[in-house]
């Protein structure tokens, strides 16, 4: 499609041009410069299903085990640690949507990231509420979605179905409760799910409730395989 090969070729070009790094201040550079991003945002063993970390040997954590996620996968490129709050801050709640390409190179960057977004038929963003949406002006996953597999995203196939009360601040288990129904495939294009591999784009990944929400949703739908690729995970897990 043209416009999407020239829209390509504009956000191509503006990465291009030098910038000073939000970090380190260093100029010229990227605006997170390659040295940060290898500091602060360094491969990590992760739990294969909610990304937590954990130690050198161990595929999954002891929750998952026991209580296992609706999730085949789940990445995570850094952990929710300075210098990242405050990029994704920037991006998410002061508006400004130019942070979405940056921060989509560092989530491709991370390991096996770019396999599952080769192998996926689509990419989900996390549905934001009406209300949410309203207040920022864009939806943060949905930007990093269409910069991590423009051709595979889909806006409108994962819905909000209903408002829920702020997560923050609540356990794991109020905010599970707090996501039921919650989430929902548009009726009319459920058959796109069926059979099909699903990566799931988020920007904070915290408790893991609202990806795992959408997810069971997706699962119900038939999907075959639903990886979670998710820009930062809080390394505490959330009781």
């Given at each position: 499609m043209p416009?999407?090969?020239?829209?390509?070729?504009f956000t191509a070009l503006l990465d291009a041009i030098p910038s000073q790094c939000a970090v380190c201040r260093v100029w010229p550079a990227r605006p997170i410069c390659d040295a940060c991003v290898a500091r602060f945002a360094p491969p990590a063993l992760r739990c294969g299903t909610c990304a937590l970390p954990v130690a050198a040997g161990v595929a999954g954590c002891g929750d998952c085990l026991l209580h296992p996620p609706p999730l085949d996968a789940c990445l995570a490129a850094?952990?929710?640690?300075?210098?990242w709050p405050d990029c994704i801050a920037q991006f998410k709640f002061r508006g400004d949507a130019g942070w979405a390409a940056p921060?989509?190179?560092l989530l491709r960057s991370a390991p096996w990231v770019e396999?599952?977004?080769?192998?996926?038929?689509?990419?989900l963003p996390m549905p934001?509420?009406?209300t949410r949406l309203r207040e920022r002006g864009f939806n943060q996953a949905l930007e990093l979605a269409r910069r991590l597999a423009?051709?595979?995203?889909?806006?409108?196939?994962?819905?909000?179905?209903r408002e829920t009360p702020a997560q923050s601040g609540l356990t794991r288990a109020e905010r599970l409760r707090n996501l039921r129904g919650a989430f929902a495939i548009e009726p009319l294009r459920a058959a796109e799910v069926h059979g099909r591999?699903?990566?799931l784009v988020d920007d904070v990944m915290t408790s893991?409730?609202?990806v795992f929400a959408a997810a069971e949703v997706l699962r119900s739908a038939g999907a075959a395989h639903i990886t979670a690729v998710v820009l930062a995970r809080t390394d505490a897990p959330q009781q």
């Open positions: 416009g999407l090969r020239t829209a390509r070729r850094c952990a929710y640690e300075w210098p921060l989509a190179t396999p599952a977004l080769e192998q996926c038929d689509l990419a934001l509420a009406p423009p051709d595979k995203t889909d806006a409108t196939l994962l819905l909000r179905t591999r699903v990566v893991g409730a609202s």
